[in-house]
């Protein structure tokens, strides 16, 4: 089905996503209300929450919006596919049942095991069990990674490289964490890691670019994890081959399990992958796009993002193909100085995004207006992202460019993009 011109479209979330989510569907010929959004996003309304249901559907009413898009994890698992379910608004996003593949880990490690895809070996605890859990840690030389069963804003995820540092792990989560939970014990895997990010109705996928994130702070994957500190698409070592393997180990036996398990999933359907030596390895399900691989994919889609909903939503994915742009696009984070510590200062004014060249899109991540002005308002505040005819050029145009935006202690991750080629990836499909 070709969308009517102005289609509106109430966008869900607040982030540099949601920012490429808006930009996206708009170009595509969608009228785009994003709610709450921010101090760059066009047609923010800041007064409404993400997960205020009520509030939205009667926003959506006042504005004859007959299309709801969930950018983040929040009001997917907090039921927003469920409280519209059967109204006549459409919500682009898993149930909350499909949700659960994203908000709990020991429920989609049992998932994943259910129906054979392939992923780490695991061993789950409860929070009364901590001395089990030490002693399995130890036995594995400390080569473990500890991961709450919960969302945790990316905080819920320990990688650990020797016992003492898994010790400190496991009394860390105690410490961050009142009363019961659950955890998983995962063997450590080695490998580079890439973001496959389909569109699915639960029984097709249509697969946008191979991306990678940059989750630390600093040069080289050091420091501390963050939300993600830029990435790219396509991925040069993600060929045909790589992405039959995840096909066959992963891909297929997930669309089979929801199909088997029957709960609702139309939405985005993001696999975290592993490029193990012996094969690829799924580390994570989220239920969303994710970012700042948003970012980049979007600008990469040369299709109607609005077409590839709407055909999700009619039952006619099998009709669309996905078309993408050549070369390389590249998307780096300017971050506030002092983040992901939990307390940094935000509030300086932002200069240069009007000296940016055309070439380059700023997506606003944590900005807001105050007076006149433009300030920070968080931890990432805007993506850069530029485009090149392979890697190289879209690293050497972003990075040319990113100097002429500037805030007080602003922080850009000096290599992304750059990582060495990996040495070994499996080169035959088994
Ligand atoms: P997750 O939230 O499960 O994706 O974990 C966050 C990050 O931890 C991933 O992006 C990986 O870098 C790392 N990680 C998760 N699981 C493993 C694993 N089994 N082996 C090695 N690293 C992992
Ligand atoms: N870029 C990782 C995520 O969105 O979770």
Request: with cysteine; proline share 7%.
């Amino acid at each position: 089905m070709t969308s009517p011109v102005n289609t509106p479209v109430v966008l869900l979330g607040g982030g540099a996503r949601e920012h490429a989510l808006a930009w996206k569907l708009t170009r595509d010929g969608a009228t785009v209300h994003v709610l709450p959004g921010n101090g760059g996003i066009p047609n923010s309304h800041p007064d409404i929450s993400a997960t205020d249901f009520p509030a939205i559907q009667a926003f959506c009413e006042a504005h004859d919006v007959k299309l709801l898009v969930v950018g983040p994890e929040a009001p997917l698992a907090a039921g927003v596919a469920d409280f519209f379910a059967g109204s006549d608004i459409r919500v682009f996003g898993p149930s909350r049942a499909g949700a659960v593949l994203e908000s709990s880990k020991v429920w989609s490690k049992e998932f994943m095991r259910r129906h054979g895809v392939a992923t780490a070996q695991a061993w789950q605890y409860r929070s009364d069990r901590m001395s089990q859990a030490r002693a399995k840690a130890a036995e594995l030389g400390g080569q473990v990674v500890v991961k709450y069963d919960g969302l945790a804003a990316g905080k819920g995820v320990y990688v650990c490289s020797s016992v003492e540092e898994a010790e400190a792990a496991l009394t860390d989560l105690q410490a961050q964490h009142t009363g019961w939970f659950s955890f998983l014990l995962e063997e450590k895997l080695i490998g580079p890691e890439i973001s496959i990010i389909g569109i699915t109705d639960g029984n097709r996928i249509r697969l946008l670019a191979p991306s990678q994130d940059h989750k630390q702070l600093l040069a080289g994957d050091q420091g501390p994890n963050t939300g993600g500190m830029g990435a790219y698409c396509p991925v040069p070592f993600c060929d045909d081959n790589v992405l039959a393997a995840i096909r066959r180990d992963i891909i297929d036996p997930t669309l089979q399990g929801i199909q088997h398990e029957q709960f609702s999933f139309k939405g985005f359907l993001y696999f975290g992958i592993m490029l193990t030596p012996e094969g690829p390895k799924l580390l994570e399900y989220n239920t969303r796009l994710g970012d700042p691989e948003a970012e980049v994919l979007l600008p990469a889609l040369e299709s109607s993002l609005l077409e590839l909903i709407e055909a999700t939503l009619d039952g006619t994915l099998a009709r669309t193909t996905v078309r993408q742009r050549p070369g390389c696009y590249l998307g780096v984070v300017l971050a506030s100085g002092g983040y992901p510590a939990a307390q940094f200062p935000t509030g300086f004014p932002i200069t240069g995004i009007d000296q940016l060249p055309p070439g380059i899109l700023a997506f606003h991540g944590a900005t807001r207006r105050q007076g006149g002005q433009l300030v920070t308002s968080g931890g990432r505040v805007l993506v850069l992202v530029g485009h090149g005819q392979d890697l190289e050029e879209a690293v050497a145009q972003v990075y040319r460019e990113a100097g002429r935006v500037q805030f007080q202690d602003v922080y850009i991750r000096p290599d992304i993009g750059q990582r060495p080629e990996p040495t070994v990836v499996f080169s035959e499909v088994r």
